[in-house]
């Protein structure tokens, strides 16, 4: 067995031994099945059963979005954690926020297993979980007795065999909305059938109607995002971001996984399911520097795609996004690769004279368009 050790990470204080014994649990960690290794870590972090980390903080890599005051712009991305059940350990390994889910109003299994897929050779996954979770009143009660000082958002979902998931989302929503600090919208996830027709113009508008109505009713006015795909097509996404601009939405998430399968070379790449990963990047890249042009900088965006080093979430910063979202590049690079993020962007923010993230966001956008 080879341990390779990234002495970029090892250089941030107290970090050293916390790297070697993460790589230790990488090594093994791939030659299980990856659903059956997702588990182990949740349960892992449930108990406790983690080293501590020494959390890298700067004035320089706080920012705001969307009303949110974040120690740093690296965030959890959603489907890591679906039930909030490790919020409480994993908001201590240097995320700036999290976000739990995706929640449907009803427990569901989701797709039939295997669906999780590990692309080595091209630092992917490919999932078809299809929404499994424990739905939102057990969600809400791990909620309500969070411990944790970042914000945390909820990932929005709807029950597969639903008659009206229009009102599926705004019963998580009303249900879980209180007690978290913002909430997405997912209307991307390729894995339940016909969801991504919710992306259409017609069926925003009302959508975002109706949860505006819940959100209304809540004690909390937390900020709403919507969570995009990348497989959009221009016009498409022109028409999605003009009706996002005339809502009362507070921001994007850009983007989901993909169905396109370019460029692949691993084993595992014609399995049906989500893309995520390295070949992700550069599409959602573009995407994000789209959306930033097309509303003027004036919408907040979160990245999410291929997002493994600093320079990966720097360049989606550059191109538009006030924000990041990971989770693949924690099944390749663990979770010292946070704080690695961290302390590289910092390096990164000051070698083009940024004195903060919301200097450095948009600054770049022109090379993507």
């Known amino acids: ?51 501590k980390v020494k959390t890298y903080k700067s004035r320089l890599l706080e920012v705001n979005l969307a009303g949110l005051n974040l120690e740093n712009p690296i965030g959890l991305a959603a489907g890591f ?16 926020f999290l976000e739990v889910g995706g929640v449907t109003p009803l427990p569901q299994y989701g797709n039939e297993k295997p669906r999780i897929f590990r692309l080595q050779r091209d630092r992917a996954i490919i999932n078809r979980l299809g929404f499994n979770n424990k739905g939102m009143d057990f969600v809400k009660k791990k909620l309500i007795h969070r411990n944790c000082s970042i914000p945390i958002g909820i990932n929005l979902g709807a029950n597969k065999d639903s008659g009206n998931r229009i009102k599926d989302y705004s019963k998580v929503l009303m249900t879980c909305g209180d ?3 913002f909430a997405t919208l997912n209307i991307s996830s390729p ?37 995009i795909s990348p497989d959009l097509s221009d016009q498409s996404l022109t028409e999605l971001i003009e009706v996002i601009s005339h809502s009362k939405v507070d921001g994007i998430i850009a983007t989901n996984t993909t169905l ?31 959306i930033s042009h097309a509303t003027n900088g004036e919408l907040p965006i979160i990245g999410v795609g ?12 550059c191109a538009g996004a006030s924000a990041i979202q990971l989770y693949t590049g924690l099944v390749y ?25 919301a200097s450095a966001i948009g600054s770049k956008r022109s090379d993507w368009l």
């Not at 990470?9 to 059956?36: C, D, R, W, Y």
């Not at 954690?81 to 700036?96: P, Q, R, Y």
């Not at 291929?306 to 910063?317: L, Q, T």
């Open 260 to 290: 396109s399968r370019d460029n692949l070379i691993s084993k595992s790449k014609s399995e049906i399911g989500g893309l995520s990963g390295k070949p992700l990047k550069r599409v959602s890249t573009e995407i994000i520097a789209k």
């Open 1 to 51: 067995m080879q341990i390779t050790i990234n002495w970029r990470s090892a250089q941030i204080p107290g970090s050293i031994i916390v790297h070697l014994i993460e790589k230790i649990t990488l090594t093994m960690l791939k030659h299980l099945n990856p659903e059956f290794a997702h588990s182990l870590v949740l349960r892992l972090l449930r108990y406790k059963l983690f080293p």
């Open 179 to 181: 007690f978290v600090d």
């Open 191 to 227: 894995n339940t059938k016909n969801l991504r027709e919710l992306q259409t113009a017609k069926n925003l508008k009302n959508l975002l109607s109706e949860l505006e109505k819940a959100r209304a009713k809540l004690i909390k006015n937390i900020p709403i995002f919507v969570k």
């Open 333 to 357: 690079n663990g979770f010292t690769v946070v704080n690695e993020i961290c302390f590289e962007l910092e390096k990164l923010l000051l070698a083009d004279d940024h004195n903060s993230i």
């Open 306 to 317: 291929g997002v493994c080093s600093a320079e990966d979430a720097y360049e989606k910063i």
């Open 81 to 96: 954690d679906k039930n909030a059940e490790t919020v409480n350990t994993i908001s201590k390994v240097g995320f700036g």
